[in-house]
């Protein structure tokens, strides 16, 4: 009986050894095998498994696979900031390079001789000094859109009068307007003050880049128009055209930097191509953004929305 008890006992120690043994192994190989695919960097084919808190070798996998998760997703943003650098510079570069290529033909024309002539002389000394111009219009942009990401630019919040400063904006393209028979018009019923809560300057911003660009879009004889929508707290501002219109697959792009719907029509129309990546940052900048909705040759319409403002009163001495 003894010798049966004995043989019983060894056989299932044995066997538990062995059991045990295997476990060991099979998860000690799991660990060797994801340090295998971790040195070939195949980290998209490692898979995560729930550990069973009796089993610290399961628990020291799943502990790696966690390290190697989180500094995978480190990599694959630095990657990403790596492209975004090097497009930025080859978008910058390019950008730089048209005006600057632009003025110095124009200027090494009139060194060559045709200075002498002042008609000639003239005449590509506006085109040098606009293209000068447009020179110092992509570096100012480039500044306010650095200095805005980096927080550089602070958020001066007041209440103001919207309504006026669309006027004022009104007033500034009112030539241009003038030149392609554009009307420049508020939308029905706006009351004659709508006061809301932000930065004056900022949305001045906004204002002039999306009026800027419906002028600039819209065809001769067109329409610029400005909505207020007023609810309980908030005001949304509309500005809508009848131009050329967005395709649907470029609308969610047109505010990335550079990004261009028609790059040679928008060259020739002008333009740095930072405008709407601007008004993008200012209205993020307001816990807010910018909706668009447009239609090829029927036009487009960009809206977004502000806080309501308390009517200020000036008080006179």
């Known amino acids: 009986?003894?010798?049966?008890?004995?043989?019983?006992?060894?056989?299932?120690?044995?066997?538990?050894?062995?059991?045990?043994?295997?476990?060991?192994?099979?998860?000690?190989?799991?660990?060797?095998?994801?340090?295998?695919?971790?040195?070939?960097?195949?980290?998209?084919?490692?898979?995560?498994?729930?550990?069973?808190?009796?089993?610290?070798?399961?628990?020291?996998?799943?502990?790696?696979?966690?390290?190697?998760?989180?500094?995978?997703?480190?990599?694959?943003?630095?990657?990403?900031?790596?492209?975004?650098?090097?497009?930025?510079?080859?978008?910058?570069?390019?950008?730089?390079?048209?005006?600057?290529?632009?003025?110095?033909?124009?200027?090494?024309?009139?060194?060559?001789?045709?200075v002498k002539d002042k008609s000639v002389r003239n005449k590509f000394l506006k085109k040098a000094a606009k293209s000068l111009d447009g020179l110092d219009m992509l570096v100012q942009d480039l500044l306010t859109l650095s200095q805005i990401e980096t927080g550089d630019i602070k958020m001066h919040f007041e209440n103001f009068d919207i309504k006026m400063l669309v006027e004022e904006v009104f007033d500034q393209f009112e030539s241009k307007a003038e030149k392609k028979d554009i009307t420049l018009e508020f939308g029905r019923n706006v009351p004659d003050e709508v006061f809301v809560y932000g930065d004056w300057q900022r949305i001045s911003q906004v204002i002039t880049n999306l009026i800027s660009n419906s002028v600039k879009y819209t065809n001769e004889g067109g329409k610029v128009v400005v909505d207020f929508l007023l609810s309980k707290n908030q005001v949304t501002t509309t500005v809508k055209d009848n131009g050329d219109g967005i395709p649907p697959e470029d609308v969610n792009r047109i505010f990335q930097r550079f990004y261009r719907v028609d790059k040679s029509r928008s060259r020739e129309r002008g333009g740095t191509g930072l405008g709407l990546a601007i008004v993008k940052h200012i209205m993020e900048g307001h816990n807010s953004k910018v909706e668009v909705k447009s239609t090829v040759g029927k036009g487009s319409e960009f809206s977004f929305k502000l806080p309501r403002g308390k009517k200020t009163v000036i008080s006179e001495e």
């Open 1 to 114: 009986m003894v010798v049966t008890f004995l043989i019983s006992f060894s056989s299932t120690y044995l066997l538990g050894f062995i059991v045990l043994e295997f476990l060991i192994f099979r998860e000690i190989n799991k660990v060797y095998g994801l340090f295998e695919k971790l040195r070939k960097r195949e980290l998209s084919t490692i898979n995560q498994n729930k550990s069973n808190p009796l089993s610290p070798l399961k628990k020291i996998n799943e502990e790696i696979f966690s390290y190697a998760a989180l500094k995978q997703k480190e990599i694959d943003e630095l990657k990403k900031l790596e492209a975004f650098r090097r497009e930025f510079i080859a978008d910058v570069s390019h950008e730089l390079k048209t005006p600057i290529f632009a003025a110095q033909g124009f200027v090494h024309t009139l060194l060559d001789g045709a």
